[in-house]
């Protein structure tokens, strides 16, 4: 496969154009310090893979692109893009992966007639109650406290319960509970003061009763006789108190003189006008305001859930009994059918033993109603279950997990590749061939996390039949160089790993990263001395050797002293040469030529910087042993001119030029060179003295702005140090 990518002002990248070749690996791997690329082409490719265009949002430059895989134009669905971490990320086919196909296709066919009879009820429910259809069948078995499936729940309901002609949203949603539950409003007290004045007229009030017959039920009477037809021959009924039977027209009439007794007392219309005044959802003061005798009922909202629930089953108890006798004929196989899905292994168990066998997380996994689920029948529940030293279990729900925060950060990174690996799964599963855009997905991740995340990146292109590629982005050298070894270990390294680099003028480029003096710059430089001997690699070294010569006991740290000097300005540094360094070189298997050896070290590291300065290849920004130069150069450079100025070098530079602020922070014509002493403190340490040969910091730095550093010191700070003397 060849991918062909050219992009212009895309977010962070102004200029972009490559092909990559995965003819050879099936992965390649770019290592861009901050600042360069990453995020930005990640975030590219995310735009296209939601359909969508990228941007330049600093500027609004016109954003341009062409991004082809064997010069056809791709297309979002070959796009997956793993970002380093999205909270509560929710993975699109995780439903789908935990819904074993057989077992579904066999239980649907048995279930076609009750399906379909089912989704009418939920759809007449679903618009009667306000509640998504996705989430009813959940919500009124927890409202009933029911531990059964929905079947078996519906079996067990009273379908001659009525109660009121409400929406079941317009109560129990967010904003209202949050106004119910709020107790500076005080709203608790109001309703049980209306529900104890309400109750007593009630027991005044003309063929009203307590508990019983109330004005919202004598509504739903009349509705229900009109609904039926009751009136149409000229029927009539006869209310409590009533001499004459009564007609339609009579009974309302009656039915609504009754009700305005209760809803024009003074008492309840005054405290009915506390409730509604605070009331923040238009909705639901509406239906305070038609139906104020539903006030009393919100002393106990779980009562009222079920009374709601028995008013719908009531309305559309038709639709359940057909439903119901459709599932007692099936029952018996779909049962037999459900026994097998609870043991049935579905690629949720695959992936989830998959996560962890490859992760320490400190949780266990496991699916809620798993033979619902397995059937497709509910939405899928993930819970965690946690276990300390004393065996004491407790399981969260992943929204209760997340509120919690009790997960570290790369705990909670783990459990975000989880999900991951569901979408990854579902990709395998239909075989979609798809570039991954992996972008630093190791952050935060102790060593053994880490490593679990390589190998998988290594098995990923092994899946899906082959038709899986991927490019891996990080700005962590380390992770860099495991991925190298791991993972490009049996291909063209050269081929298949980058580095990005910036010019100065916003162009980006990759330059190939497989070659020995990147990976592993010591040995290479160790195997050039001994065979082609470069002086480049004898200076480059000085940090080094300096490291390795505290543990000789080479004329008594003579060495180690004479290698100070030359990477600190002190009165011997110009003095000392190659032949004084001869003896710890040759430790290496390494001969300093005999016209080498009376050089002085100092002219040869800043005629070297000089030439190196002077380079403008684009490879040089990735040859380590240039940048040490050029830090050493810098170095020497600032430490000799504070010298000049007659301060007393301290131990570091940092000290150093403390002491030169001290002295010159009045002096208005020092300011330049406090300012380009400020960037050599900044820039030099970390470049020079590399602990553990842990080089990060200096290959993250473009070599131009150590050459720029470089040529500022040398035109102000030596130009101007006889000034000083």
Not at 27 to 52: C, D, H, P, V, W
Not at 53 to 60: Q, S, T
Not at 424 to 446: K, P
Request: with cysteine.
């Amino acid at each position: 496969m060849i991918l062909s990518c050219t992009l212009k002002n895309c977010y962070g990248i102004k200029d972009f154009n490559q092909t990559f070749d995965f003819s050879q690996s099936k992965s390649i791997l770019i290592y861009a310090s901050n600042g360069i690329m990453k995020t930005s082409f990640a975030r590219t490719f995310k735009q296209l893979q939601n359909g969508e265009k990228p941007k330049e949002e600093i500027y609004n430059s016109l954003s341009t692109f062409e991004i082809k895989i064997d010069n056809t134009n791709i297309s979002k669905n070959e796009i997956f893009v793993i970002e380093p971490y999205i909270e509560r990320y929710e993975a699109k086919s995780i439903s789908t992966l935990l819904v074993d196909k057989h077992s579904k296709e066999q239980y649907d066919t048995e279930l076609k007639q009750i399906i379909k009879l089912k989704t009418s009820l939920l759809d007449k429910l679903s618009k009667k109650s306000g509640k998504q259809k996705n989430e009813l069948e959940s919500t009124i078995l927890k409202d009933f406290d029911s531990k059964d499936d929905f079947f078996t729940f519906l079996l067990s309901v009273d379908l001659n319960n009525w109660y009121l002609d409400i929406k079941y949203e317009d109560i129990f949603n967010e904003k209202v509970l949050a106004l119910l539950n709020n107790e500076k409003l005080d709203l608790q007290k109001n309703i049980s003061e209306y529900s104890k004045i309400y109750n007593e007229i009630l027991e005044t009030t003309p063929f009203f009763a307590k508990n019983a017959f109330n004005p919202s039920r004598a509504e739903d009477l009349l509705k229900s006789l009109q609904k039926n037809k009751f009136f149409t021959y000229e029927n009539k009924i006869k209310l409590t108190n009533t001499e004459p039977l009564l007609s339609e027209q009579e009974l309302e009439k009656s039915l609504k003189k009754a009700k305005e007794t209760l809803i024009k007392n003074e008492k309840l219309k005054e405290i009915q006008d506390l409730i509604t005044k605070n009331a923040q959802v238009q909705s639901f003061q509406s239906l305070i305001e038609n139906k104020p005798d539903l006030i009393i009922d919100l002393n106990d909202l779980h009562t009222l859930k079920k009374k709601i629930w028995y008013s719908y089953f009531s309305e559309y108890k038709e639709d359940i009994k057909h439903l119901l006798l459709s599932y007692e004929e099936k029952k018996s196989i779909l049962q037999e059918i459900e026994s097998k899905a609870i043991i049935e292994k579905t690629r949720w168990h695959k992936i989830i033993q998959d996560f962890k066998d490859r992760f320490d997380v400190p949780f266990e996994l496991y699916i809620e109603d798993s033979k619902s689920v397995i059937l497709g029948q509910v939405v899928p529940n993930i819970v965690f279950k946690f276990k300390d030293d004393s065996e004491r279990c407790n399981s969260l729900n992943r929204d209760e997990l997340y509120n919690k925060n009790t997960l570290s950060r790369g705990e909670s990174r783990a459990l975000y590749l989880l999900y991951i690996l569901f979408d990854i799964e579902s990709r395998i599963e239909e075989s979609t061939r798809t570039l991954f855009v992996v972008d630093d997905i190791a952050d935060s991740f102790d060593y053994r996390n880490k490593y679990a995340i390589i190998q998988y990146l290594n098995e990923l292109p092994t899946k899906a039949e082959g038709r899986f590629f991927q490019i891996i982005l990080t700005h962590n050298f380390d992770f860099f160089r495991t991925v190298q070894e791991r993972i490009l270990q049996n291909n063209n390294k050269r081929a298949s790993s980058f580095i990005a680099t910036k010019k100065e003028d916003g162009i980006i480029s990759l330059v190939e990263a497989g070659k020995k003096n990147i990976i592993n710059p010591f040995i290479y430089w160790k195997q050039e001395l001994q065979q082609n001997y470069n002086v480049k690699f004898i200076i480059a070294m000085i940090p080094f050797i300096r490291e390795l010569a505290k543990y000789f006991t080479i004329d008594d740290n003579k060495l180690y002293d004479q290698l100070t000097s030359l990477l600190h300005f002190q009165d011997n540094t110009i003095l000392i040469t190659f032949n004084d360094l001869q003896p710890i070189y040759q430790k290496l298997g390494v001969t300093i030529p005999t016209e080498q050896k009376n050089i002085k070290v100092f002219d040869q590291i800043l005629s070297t910087a000089n030439e190196i300065s002077k380079n403008n290849s684009n490879q040089s920004a990735f040859n380590l042993e240039n940048k040490i130069i050029l830090a050493i150069a810098c170095r020497l450079n600032g430490e000799r001119y504070i010298k000049s100025c007659d301060i007393d070098l301290q131990q570091t530079l940092g000290k150093s030029f403390a002491m030169f602020v001290d002295k010159y922070k009045q002096d208005d014509s020092k300011k330049n060179e406090i300012k380009l002493l400020e960037e050599v403190v900044i820039m030099t340490p970390e470049n020079i003295h590399l602990n553990s040969f842990m080089y990060e910091p200096i290959i993250d730095m473009s070599d131009w702005y150590l050459k720029k550093l470089y040529n500022k010191t040398s035109e102000k700070l030596i130009q101007n140090t006889k000034d000083c003397q």
